[in-house]
């Protein structure tokens, strides 16, 4: 079986690999004397002995960290769309969202102190990512390359799950309309009750937050309240069942608005994906369900280290919020 062709270079060599690599464009280097230069080397190098930072006090930096998060909090305690789970998932959500509306406010709460998820290695710790097609449309809107290799042409491969998360999440936090909350867990949903009085239409119009770390320790320490974000739609992105994992799913159960968790299957790639993409949907009144977090609620299969339908089930997740949003926000204002 021939391997995926090798990754670019910005001097690719001579290979008798067959495949094509698939690669954003790479800016050429700027060559100087036949060595290469740039502008931090032409600042920087060789001054290195009168090198030093502007002066600062202390209490500056403190003053400028926290005002600057503080007036994030203030801004997004009421944002438009509110996703949990900064997985490869819920990225591709906020991605999709924050390009095609960048009028609203979009939010992202991550329990980890890393956003990313399971998407910084691909299976069993290694570190080469597969994505079935036609995911790869979704690596090449991100200009991330990847192999392919013909006589395997139903995936492709990138070199390191790594490139593609980053990648992401550089791009959603490049995004003006767009703060990420990490270290940060949602501790519980904040709910409007239906006029029939009827659970299962339960609103949902928010989160309880809290720090990831407060929220580790309530049964060790005294009580600490938490803090709300409002949002009329809530797209909930946090994985198969886990400490934090299906967290809104397991929470719909508890207060009756879903009668029972259908519980994740045993892995089968297949039927896996397309399921998941196929049934991203709003579960709840004002809270969309995508990722692995939908097997928990459905009892789809597992789909193992295959990531393709992580991102294009985030992309129908932002369909689907685009799809409510009016609806959800006029419902909220009443």
Excluded at 129 to 154: I, K
Excluded at 231 to 243: K, L, M, Y
Aim: a negative charge; hydrophobic letters at 40%; aromatic letters at 6%.
């Amino acid at each position: 079986m021939t391997p995926p062709a090798a990754l670019f270079d910005t001097v690719a060599p001579a290979t008798t690999i067959k495949g094509k690599v698939v690669a954003p464009e790479v800016t050429k280097t700027t060559l100087t004397g036949g060595e290469s230069q740039t502008k931090l080397l032409d600042q920087f190098g060789g001054k290195w002995d009168e090198f030093k930072f502007a002066p600062i006090r202390e209490s500056q930096v403190s003053r400028a960290m926290t005002r600057r998060y503080f007036q994030d909090l203030d801004k997004y305690a009421e944002t438009d769309i509110l996703i949990v789970g900064a997985g490869s998932c819920g990225l591709s959500t906020a991605y999709v969202l924050a390009k095609a509306r960048p009028d609203l406010k979009i939010a992202i709460v991550e329990a980890s102190v890393s956003p990313g998820g399971g998407a910084w290695l691909g299976g069993q710790l290694f570190s080469a990512m597969v994505m079935r097609r036609p995911a790869n449309v979704f690596l090449e809107e991100l200009g991330v390359p990847y192999e392919t290799d013909p006589e395997n042409p139903n995936y492709v491969v990138v070199k390191h799950a790594s490139l593609f998360t980053s990648t992401l999440l550089s791009k959603v936090l490049s995004f003006p309309n767009v703060k990420l909350f990490n270290a940060t867990s949602v501790e519980d949903l904040i709910t409007r009750p239906a006029a029939s009085g009827n659970p299962k239409e339960t609103r949902i119009a928010g989160a309880v937050t809290n720090w990831t770390l407060v929220t580790l320790h309530h049964d060790d320490h005294s009580c600490m309240d938490p803090n709300t974000i409002n949002a009329p739609v809530i797209v909930s992105t946090t994985g198969h069942d886990g400490p934090f994992g299906a967290f809104c799913a397991k929470r719909l159960v508890s207060m009756n608005t879903v009668d029972k968790l259908g519980g994740m299957r045993g892995l089968d790639m297949n039927s896996a994906e397309d399921a998941i993409v196929k049934n991203t949907r709003e579960v709840a009144k004002g809270l969309i369900i995508g990722g692995m977090e939908l097997s928990e609620i459905d009892g789809f299969n597992r789909m193992g280290p295959t990531f393709g339908a992580m991102v294009l089930s985030g992309v129908k997740a932002a369909e689907e919020a685009l799809s409510i949003f009016d609806e959800r926000k006029r419902e909220c204002a009443e």
